[in-house]
């Protein structure tokens, strides 16, 4: 097709004719907008050249096509993206003029001096697939002052009328239903494809893909295939020795992913290098190793059209097994049962369903409120922007999970605020600190000193308020006891009184109920009066080694893991903004705090941290605290 000049311009007897005579005489520069997708069941090039001609045929007198732009794309995709795809290239070499696509025209018709006066497309609905970015082309042309024309709509460069925007409202209205019904008939057709026992998508590792012609003799002819999945016989057992772990000794990712990694001879990694948490938690949720095929396992939901998890009840399996299974449906279940469990205690930093689970805290699972006890819980609020193009500016909280609305908890602190939180900076910084004063820096034997007598008052303290409290129920029992004796006395001696009887009956429950209460009390108070005392070794502090560098200046993946191995725990008393922190050092603690800070050490590269080996406690743990000295600035 051959570019179109000014003079050779072909005029219709369409509405063109009906123009009012005081139409401008100049020439009028136009661009052709087309668009065209390899979703539907057309021949893109003729789609093209029959618009470009639709278009023509339409021009008023005078009118000539100034320039062609057109996109072939697959889907509803936004107006800037649309020309980022090359799919065009193949209509360009058949001879098809182009001067870009919907971005360029954009771009074009924004410049000082545009090429063209107006727009025209065959249809309004080819301006954009869904009304959103259609409307979206109309209104930014309509800023820039360039009218946007259909060839079935009158041209005329006054406003367009009321009737035009109508028709044009009601089409794009349809268009979008179309768009809608053809998504669906994809997935219905994808879904169909997954039931035929056909694989989607790379081959999951342990398999491999076999490539077969596909079943369609003409989409056959068109070379196209389909793939099955087959054995790969060096890694399938792998996948099997990964399902084992998980279900016969209960282990976590991390402590999976290590092991695969301790060996890539026997367990060669998915990208050679070397086995990620991510992938190794994928593996163990993914349910064609069952040898069926599942669909539907995620969704793209919202208007970030983020994948999400779909539940699994909601899975579409095949009937049969489609390829060969490498473990059993039962196996693959209880892996599921056993990567929720991880989930709720937080082992499994890479499962994390829940959306708000999704990042991990550093502090996971280290912070309590004080006045209820209860855990902290990490959140992130994003605000608005600094300035327009500016990042988007967050902060991590840690929020008391007390909830006001539950009747339980308003029940059990009744004064506890709405909400209680505490940044993270603000967390980790005094942890830091804590950390280098009184775990790793040169005083820290003299602040401990120090701090026993406070830690042992403060356990005197509590051993006190626990023995009077005890003490305290004790005699109220007595009391009730007292009065139930009473109240039998004062009744009707007489045996034939039913009415006397039932309440003997009942007073002679509830003595009995009471003496039950004040054994366990007694039991609780010789418990207590008998305690061991603490067994604090003070000398352990001294074994754990001295690091070269303040903690700050530490990687965050071995800040991570000495809080872990020193069981970091912070209390946080909200009305009068204090954090106590704690660290527990036992008698296998220094050797985990060397080979955590050794993995750091000049002349090694960086390792991802260890997990801290969590022993058995040869004795009672030690505990360096600081009591309210720290005084925090609250978060909020
Ligand atoms: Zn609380």
């Given at each position: 097709m051959d570019r179109t000049s000014p003079a050779s311009a072909t005029r219709s007897a369409g509405p063109a004719s009906a123009l009012p005579s005081e139409e401008p005489a100049a020439p009028v520069p136009v661009a052709i907008l087309a668009r065209t997708s390899t979703l539907y069941l057309q021949d893109p090039l003729a789609s093209l050249q029959r618009q470009y001609r639709s278009c023509e045929e339409w021009l008023p007198q005078g009118w000539y096509v100034a320039a062609f732009y057109w996109d072939v794309e697959s889907g509803a995709i936004d107006i800037e993206d649309?020309?980022?795809?090359?799919?065009h290239e193949q209509f360009t070499a058949a001879g098809l003029p182009r001067d870009g696509g919907m971005a360029e025209l954009l771009e074009e018709a924004a410049a000082?001096?545009?090429?063209?006066?107006a727009v025209v497309c065959e249809d309004i609905e080819r301006s954009g697939r869904d009304t959103f970015n259609a409307l979206k082309l109309e209104r930014e042309l309509q800023d820039m002052g360039v009218p946007l024309f259909a060839t079935d709509e009158p041209a005329s460069v006054q406003d367009i009328s009321p009737t035009t925007v109508l028709v044009r409202r009601v089409k794009q209205g349809v268009a979008e239903y179309f768009r809608l019904a053809i998504k669906k008939k994809a997935w219905e057709g994808l879904r169909q494809h997954t039931l035929s026992g056909w694989n989607i998508g790379p081959a999951p590792y342990g398999y491999l893909a076999h490539r077969v012609p596909h079943p369609v003799p003409i989409k056959a002819a068109q070379g196209r295939t389909k793939t099955r999945l087959a054995l790969d016989p060096l890694r399938a057992p792998v996948v099997a020795r990964m399902f084992t772990w998980r279900?016969?000794?209960?282990?976590g990712v991390p402590a999976i992913t290590a092991r695969l990694n301790a060996d890539h001879g026997a367990y060669p990694p998915p990208d050679g290098q070397h086995w990620q948490e991510g992938t190794v938690a994928a593996i163990l949720a993914n349910p064609k190793y069952t040898g069926h095929m599942v669909y539907g396992r995620h969704r793209k939901t919202g208007r970030s059209k983020t994948r999400r998890l779909v539940p699994a009840e909601q899975w579409i399996w095949t009937e049969q097994p489609a390829h060969p299974a490498i473990i059993t449906r039962a196996m693959f279940d209880a892996a599921q049962t056993i990567a929720a469990a991880h989930r709720s205690a937080g082992d499994?930093?890479?499962?994390?369903?829940q959306p708000l689970a999704r990042r991990t805290y550093a502090l996971r699972g280290r912070v309590r409120h004080d006045s209820c006890q209860r855990r902290m819980c990490g959140t992130t609020r994003t605000f608005a922007r600094y300035w327009a193009e500016g990042p988007d500016y967050s902060n991590t909280y840690y929020k008391c999970t007390?909830?006001?609305?539950n009747p339980k908890h308003a029940a059990a602190?009744?004064?506890?605020?709405r909400t209680v939180t505490i940044r993270e900076d603000t967390l980790i910084s005094q942890i830091r600190d804590f950390l280098d004063t009184r775990v790793f820096g040169p005083s820290r034997a003299a602040h401990l000193a120090e701090q026993i007598p406070a830690t042992a008052a403060q356990a005197t303290k509590q051993h006190t308020r626990q023995h009077d409290h005890l003490v305290n129920e004790l005699a109220r029992i007595d009391r009730a006891q007292r009065s139930q004796i009473t109240q039998i006395d004062t009744l009707d001696p007489d045996p034939a009184s039913s009415a006397a009887q039932a309440m003997r009956q009942r007073c002679y429950e509830r003595f009995t109920e009471l003496q039950a209460e004040r054994d366990t009390i007694q039991g609780q108070l010789q418990t207590l009066d008998h305690a061991a005392p603490r067994n604090d070794d003070t000398s352990l502090l001294d074994l754990i080694p001295l690091p070269t560098d303040t903690i700050a200046l530490h990687p965050e993946h071995i800040q991570a893991a000495l809080y872990q191995a020193l069981d970091i725990q912070a209390l946080y008393k909200h009305d009068t903004s204090q954090i106590t922190l704690f660290a527990t050092i036992t008698t296998s603690t220094p050797q985990a705090v060397a080979a955590i800070l050794a993995a750091t050490s000049p002349g090694q590269p960086s390792a991802p941290a260890p997990s801290a080996p969590i022993y058995p406690l040869p004795q009672a743990p030690m505990q360096l605290s600081i009591s309210p000295d720290e005084l925090v600035t609250s978060g909020v």
């Open positions: 649309r020309s980022q795809t090359t799919s000082p001096e545009p090429r063209f006066a279900v016969e000794d209960h282990l499994d930093p890479n499962a994390s369903p007390h909830d006001v609305n602190h009744p004064d506890h605020p």
